[in-house]
């Protein structure tokens, strides 16, 4: 199973992933992780994008780009993944199709999780009280809301047309969502 997920700050998006990478035996490739690992290593990687995250900025493309090339290339990528955070703008679609494309591997589904937007930045206040994230202040917040609709959501409309798009409730308990995204994504593929 070769996914990617999409969905605003908030929805839950990771929460799913890992666990939709644990039901169907693929790996959970999280471009925000993958920075946030970085920046608690301090490599030359993380301090290169630090500033850019904290303020809730995008990384650059080429960046991006380059990390999740790197991981897919790998020949677990062929076994299945799930992409959680890329891409995010129409450049970052064009550069994954490239890379999908020179390692011979297909999407089976990009799943879209919805939310309306107070129920999203309630959940997101209650994960800065409890993570601490240091892209969780109100205004790094408000700046990630505004990228993700200016810039990803025109992607889910992108892959409806080519017939990829599963459109999921986000609302509910954890379990429920992922019971609804492995029925969806079972009568889908
Ligand atoms: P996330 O955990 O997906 O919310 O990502 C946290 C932060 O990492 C984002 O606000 C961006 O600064 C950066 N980031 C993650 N994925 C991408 C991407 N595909 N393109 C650019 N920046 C990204």
Same mark, same amino acid.
């Given at each position: 199973m070769h996914l990617l997920i999409m969905g605003p700050q908030g929805v839950g998006k990771g929460t799913q992933a890992v666990r939709l990478g644990q039901h169907y035996g693929i790996q959970n490739i999280s471009t925000g992780d993958i920075f946030r690992y970085n920046i608690k290593r301090q490599t030359e990687l993380g301090k290169?994008?630090?500033a850019v995250i904290d303020a809730g900025e995008l990384v650059t493309d080429e960046l991006t780009g380059e990390l999740?090339?790197?991981? /897919?290339?790998l020949e677990n990528a062929r076994e299945g993944f799930i992409l959680d955070g890329y891409p995010r703008n129409h450049n970052q679609v064009i550069d994954l199709d490239a890379t999908l494309d020179e390692f011979s591997l297909k999407l089976d589904a990009a799943i879209? /999780?919805?939310a309306d937007r107070e129920e999203l930045v309630e959940r997101m206040l209650k994960r800065a009280e409890i993570e601490g994230r240091d892209d969780d202040t109100p205004d790094a917040i408000n700046k990630r809301l505004e990228i993700y609709d200016t810039q990803t959501a025109p992607l889910v409309?992108?892959?409806r047309t080519r017939g990829l798009l599963l459109s999921v409730d986000g609302i509910g308990s954890v379990e429920d969502i992922t019971n609804r995204i492995i029925k969806e994504l079972d009568a889908f593929v």
């Open positions: 290169k994008v630090k999740v090339r790197d991981v /897919l290339c879209s /999780l919805t409309n992108h892959y």
